[in-house]
């Protein structure tokens, strides 16, 4: 596609819930990241995707956060048991490899409340 | 761990005039420093890239400097424009997925 394309765009959601982000990156971008944004605060890396590669998964908070990507197309970031910490905006970036000096494309995100 | 720091965390000036963003980072050992915009509700927008071998980079009215050793980086935007208002973050590239960004600094420009 043109762009990196996140849905939903808005998500509310009970606390307890288990709730699923879907990516889908710009074709042909083999690297593919997750970022998390909490209100007035910086992008805090979650996960990444390279190729076939092994992801790294150094940036998730706890093992209620879990990602999959099948080869390099769409990739899902599932919450489990929803805390209202958990509320943010869930952004997703791709790029043609990783590697340095590329430059990242992000989508516009998903708005996540738990309520 | 690096850490980046964007200053001033809030920005207002008249239309027309030039304006310079701050970003200072702790680590000088990165691959590139990355400018970025955000739009409310949208995601980031690349603007600029400085690879760690070049001093600066220019886009229209828009230019980025780069001072590893000191551990920054500016932004300066000239002839500012109603358009221009957004949040600009910076972020700095230590590895193939460690990029680390600062806070931002939100932009207001006032027509």
């Known amino acids: 596609g043109a762009g990196v394309s996140q849905s939903p765009s808005n998500k509310v959601t009970e606390k307890g819930k288990d709730v699923e982000l879907r990516c889908d990156p710009i074709?042909?971008?083999?690297?593919l990241y997750w970022y998390r944004q909490r209100l007035g605060q910086g992008l805090e890396f979650l996960i990444y995707?390279?190729?076939?590669?092994?992801?790294?998964k150094s940036g998730l908070p706890s093992d209620r956060f879990s990602a999959e990507r099948t080869g390099e197309s769409v990739s899902t970031l599932t919450i489990q048991r929803t805390q209202q910490e958990d509320s943010a905006v869930y952004l997703c970036?791709?790029?043609?490899?990783?590697?340095?000096?590329?430059?990242?494309?992000f989508g516009s995100g998903t708005q996540l409340s738990v309520l | 761990k690096q850490e980046v720091t964007q200053i001033p965390a809030a920005l207002s000036v008249p239309e027309g005039e030039n304006l310079v963003l701050n970003c200072s980072f702790t680590?000088?050992?990165?691959?590139?420093l990355q400018w970025f915009r955000q739009d409310p509700g949208k995601g980031l927008t690349s603007l600029l890239l400085?690879?760690?071998?070049?001093r600066e980079q220019t886009s229209g009215r828009l230019n980025a400097s780069l001072d590893k050793s000191s551990g920054r980086s500016t932004l300066y935007i000239a002839a500012s424009q109603p358009g221009d208002s957004a949040t600009y973050l910076c972020?700095?590239?230590?590895?193939?997925?460690?990029?680390?960004f600062g806070t931002g600094t939100r932009l207001t420009v006032i027509p």
């Open positions: 074709s042909g971008h083999t690297a």
């Open positions: 972020a700095v590239q230590t590895g193939a997925n460690n990029l680390f």
């Open positions: 995707f390279q190729g076939n590669s092994a992801p790294d």
């Open positions: 400085i690879q760690s071998s070049q």
């Open positions: 680590d000088s050992a990165i691959y590139n």
């Open positions: 970036a791709s790029s043609l490899w990783a590697r340095h000096n590329e430059k990242l494309f």
